[in-house]
């Protein structure tokens, strides 16, 4: 049965500084230990206790108590949402109230009834979290519970804690066992089963400390270095806590854990586009001098617009949504997460071009296909096809400065191939042609971990457009409250430890002209182009040779996914999933 302890902070806020002087977003393990330590002494006369104990609770009791938590750090840990405008930032104010070092606090100066100096210190930035009526708590969850005299004496500390972090920060702990149903808490972080530097070098993990075994011997020494006294002498608290604190920060135990959200289950991931429609194309002779149609790569976006225009325009009335693009607005059901997208085969793929499967390249080459997403109704797929079947002689024109193309036979394969199977001495990658266009402007770090957008958040977040519907979690009740949570959860699903994918080697690229490589562009954007070696789990053995594009353009001529087949002895597997990354980008 599991084990929880969580903290409302009864004023709402939370005040707290890493022993790096930074200020905390969350409280760590090894601060809710420290809290207890400091409750065990200070309220339970820990190691001082006299023969007649009102408290109820032994030196035996709260030892096994505390040598629990020692080198046992939270199994998950809830981190309910949080508004923390300095976050990873060090405030330079000075604080006008009573922090700091207290100093000429001795008995002479008490008896002359003499107000003792009080330090100045750094201001630390307020964390706020929400009420326990909107959110859950903040909760350290433990998988298995200790035994039942261990997790009574755990509540009756907890629930003696005045508060965690600053004197101000005022908290309820609570210490209760949960039912394993309950385990862990839904939107949890979960503690991570690689240790050392494997597990911190980890990008966008949540890392906490935690107390380590021999922690409370640490603290103990410590406190004697700071106030040489007998041991019999009365503990004068409130003054030897703050000085030992701050003029010894005590991290030999201080251990690490590093925690991640975990991802949803994609054990098998969906084709976005199964059906192609496969478009021949001939240069018009009369407009063009070469021998075959090789378009450049700033011209891809433009010609897959030109085709679509056409195709809705030979449509006629009502062509479909999943054509158009346009949906009706519905507020109980989303909108798929792909629409028909157009892409172009043609010797401007370089040595991809030799990968492209004998029935697609047997259909006519160079070529348009056309990708029909999973989402799309069986009777508007072959509408569509009839459409570009009925097509066939009829020219295309994109610019003024490029000669025609006409169209040839179309040609339908459902359930498609598009490249040829990996040789089996391969492990096949995939990158983006010509790039995968940014489809947001860059977020800000993000507030739970910490994480900056770089190139591979944006190919991340571009591969859990396509794969929407099966990176989301719909047991997952608790939908982030604002636009930029959503876009970072989405982010961390996909690159966890769990998901199927992986990006190695993520750069951005640019462009003198980089509107042509984008269909729509607004004015205060800043078009950005990303790149990368893309690695799918080999278990999905259905996108080994399937169409797929991502980014902005990913539904007119941008970000086809070409594979990259490595040999076997230039990759090495990785991890605890058997990740497949190549020897040169191993860390």
Request: with cysteine.
């Amino acid at each position: 049965m599991p084990f929880t302890i969580s903290a409302e902070f009864l004023l709402g806020t939370y005040q707290g500084r890493d022993s790096g002087g930074k200020p905390e977003r969350y409280p760590s393990p090894d601060r809710l230990y420290k809290a207890l330590v400091s409750v065990a002494y200070r309220t339970f006369q820990y190691e001082h206790q006299q023969s007649d104990n009102p408290s109820g609770l032994s030196d035996e009791d709260i030892s096994a108590a505390l040598d629990w938590l020692e080198g046992n750090p939270p199994d998950s840990i809830y981190l309910p949402h949080s508004d923390f405008s300095a976050y990873g930032r060090s405030s330079s104010s000075v604080v006008y109230r009573d922090k700091g070092y207290i100093e000429g606090l001795s008995k002479k100066a008490l008896s002359k009834k003499a107000q003792p100096k009080v330090a100045a210190a750094l201001a630390s930035t307020s964390v706020t979290y929400p009420d326990k009526s909107s959110e859950h708590l903040l909760t350290w969850q433990w998988e298995q519970r200790p035994s039942p005299s261990i997790e009574s004496t755990l509540s009756q500390l907890c629930w003696e804690v005045p508060y965690l972090g600053e004197a101000c920060s005022k908290v309820r702990l609570s210490a209760q066992s949960i039912q394993s149903e309950d385990y862990p808490i839904s939107g949890s972080v979960i503690k991570d089963k690689a240790v050392g530097f494997e597990s911190l070098m980890r990008r966008g993990h949540i890392i906490f400390a935690y107390p380590g075994k021999g922690r409370l011997e640490e603290l103990k020494q410590g406190y004697e270095q700071i106030n040489p006294t007998k041991a019999s002498s009365k503990v004068d608290s409130r003054k030897a806590e703050q000085n030992l604190l701050d003029a010894l920060p005590m991290l030999d135990t201080a251990q690490q854990a590093s925690y991640s959200i975990p991802a949803a289950k994609t054990s098998d991931l969906k084709v976005p586009w199964p059906d192609l429609i496969v478009i021949p194309v001939e240069l018009d002779q009369s407009e063009n001098t070469e021998s075959q149609w090789v378009p450049e790569r700033h011209e891809f976006v433009g010609w897959s617009v030109a085709l679509h225009r056409f195709l809705v325009r030979q449509w006629g009335l009502n062509p479909p949504p999943s054509l158009l693009g346009k949906y009706v607005v519905n507020e109980e059901e989303l909108r798929p997460a792909n629409n028909v997208a157009i892409q172009i085969l043609s010797e401007s793929l370089g040595a991809a071009a030799d990968l492209i499967s004998d029935e697609v390249k047997g259909c006519g080459f160079p070529a348009f296909i056309v990708m029909l997403p999973d989402t799309m109704p069986e009777a508007d797929k072959q509408a569509l096809f009839r459409v570009c079947r009925e097509s066939q002689g009829k020219h295309l024109f994109f610019s003024r400065n490029v000669g025609r193309i006409r169209l040839g036979s179309a040609a339908y394969f459902a359930q498609a191939r598009l490249w040829k199977q990996p040789p089996v001495d391969r492990v096949r990658f995939w990158r983006p042609f010509p790039m995968a266009v940014s489809e947001i402007r860059p977020m800000p770090d993000d507030a739970r971990t910490g994480r900056r957008w770089k190139a591979a958040e944006s190919m991340y977040l571009a591969l859990g457009h396509v794969w929407r519907d099966d990176f989301s979690d719909p047991s997952d009740q608790e939908e982030p409250a604002t636009y930029e949570q959503r876009i970072w959860q989405m982010v961390h699903t996909v690159s966890s430890d769990r998901s199927p994918m992986h990006i190695y080697d993520a750069h951005p690229i640019f462009d003198v002209n980089m509107q042509d490589f984008a269909h729509h562009v607004n004015k205060q954007n800043v078009l950005r182009g990303t790149s990368g070696l893309i690695s799918i789990d080999g278990q999905q053995r259905s996108l080994q040779c399937a169409a797929i594009s991502i980014g902005q353009s990913r539904h007119l001529g941008g970000g086809l996914l070409l594979p990259v087949d490595l040999p076997q002895e230039l990759v090495e597997s990785s991890g605890e999933q058997g990740r497949k990354v190549p020897v040169w980008l191993q860390k």
